[in-house]
């Protein structure tokens, strides 16, 4: 369920949501490093939820406290899952 508490995952064809495999819709927010967007994005967690969620690749830097860089789609897919899965464990 996307809520207050869920980051949508953005991906930028809706064809792209089928070719991906297991790509998530939405992260838990609490996986998800604050500060880091503010660094990477200039923005909010909650403002980058209201204007429609990051990409695979965003949330992944921002799990990982680190500067977003581009990746393939689907590593970027496979790796944020692995990431969600062991923080939520």
Known sequence: MIDENNMPILISQKTMRIA?????DFIPMICLDANQA?????????????????????????IQHRAWHP????????????AVK???G
Not at 39 to 61: F, I, M, Y
């Open 20 to 24: 991906l495999k297991n790509c998530p």
């Open 38 to 62: 503010i660094k990477n994005h200039d923005q909010t967690l909650d403002r980058l939820r209201q204007r429609g969620g990051v990409s695979p690749s965003e949330a992944l830097a921002l």
């Open 71 to 82: 990746m393939l789609h689907q590593e970027a897919v496979d790796r944020l899952n692995d």
């Open 86 to 88: 062991r923080m939520l």
